[in-house]
């Protein structure tokens, strides 16, 4: 238990549909984060929020839309997705952002599978 | 080429054997993680280190900036630590900026 918690942790959706991943933290933490995992790649980082405002958008397409409405919590928003976004979503949330070797804690993921 | 290499990529191990797991990286760091994912897919934080050693348990981290080099190593294997070990850095001093590694499967047989 890291104290990041994800739902749903299994998602089956169709191209046109719209579906939204939550993710929540109580650990007073300031930075959150959306990752995503492929099949055989490292983990790839999609958004950065710090203090509820986007810092950082490693060039995502708009079918994914993140939403930070407070610091405890975390949304990735999908609409018209394509079969190659399955994959393993994973949510994290540090301290801080842009602190010096903080550690990073992760949820337990979110299954995306794209039909 | 990825700036973070581990290997192996996969290592089958009995149980009680010790077990090592590099990392190699190419950028300047200011922090190398140690993660282990578990079959579901959550993550967990082993170690977080910038020069030296931890030790926690089993489980020791090594790292050597000179030669950009980590090492985890696991005493007394067991089936339960079968998972997917990752290796990550910190550079610039910011968590954005983590690289993550392909990760090492361990499987760990009775």
């Known amino acids: 238990e890291t104290g990041v918690t994800q739902t749903p942790r299994h998602l089956v959706m169709g191209m046109t549909n719209k579906k939204s991943l939550k993710c929540e933290q109580h650990?007073?933490?300031?930075?959150m984060y959306w990752y995503k995992q492929s099949a055989k790649k490292p983990l790839e980082l999609m958004f950065v929020y710090s203090l509820e405002e986007r810092v950082e958008n490693n060039s995502v397409p708009s079918r994914f839309s993140p939403e930070c409405p407070n610091s405890s919590h975390l949304f990735l928003h999908l609409h018209t997705l394509q079969p190659e976004d399955s994959a393993l979503y994973l949510c994290?949330?540090?301290?801080?952002?842009?602190?010096?070797?903080?550690?990073?804690?992760f949820g337990q993921g979110t299954r995306l599978t794209v039909v | 080429k990825n700036e973070v290499e581990q290997s192996p990529q996969n290592l089958t191990a009995q149980e009680g054997e010790f077990i090592t797991i590099n990392c190699s990286y190419s950028v300047g760091i200011s922090a190398l993680h140690w993660l282990q994912q578990h079959p579901g897919g959550g993550i967990v934080s082993l170690f977080m280190?910038?020069?030296g050693k931890k030790k926690h348990g089993r489980l020791i981290a090594t790292i050597n900036i000179q030669e950009k080099h980590s090492s985890l190593h696991i005493t007394a294997s067991h089936p339960r630590d079968s998972a997917v070990y990752i290796c990550?850095?910190?550079?610039?001093?910011?968590?954005?900026?983590?690289?993550f590694g392909k990760g090492t499967k361990l499987s760990v047989k009775p």
């Open positions: 990550a850095v910190t550079y610039g001093g910011s968590q954005g900026n983590l690289i």
């Open positions: 650990l007073g933490h300031n930075a």
């Open positions: 280190l910038s020069s």
């Open positions: 994290a949330s540090s301290p801080d952002f842009d602190s010096l070797n903080t550690e990073a804690f």
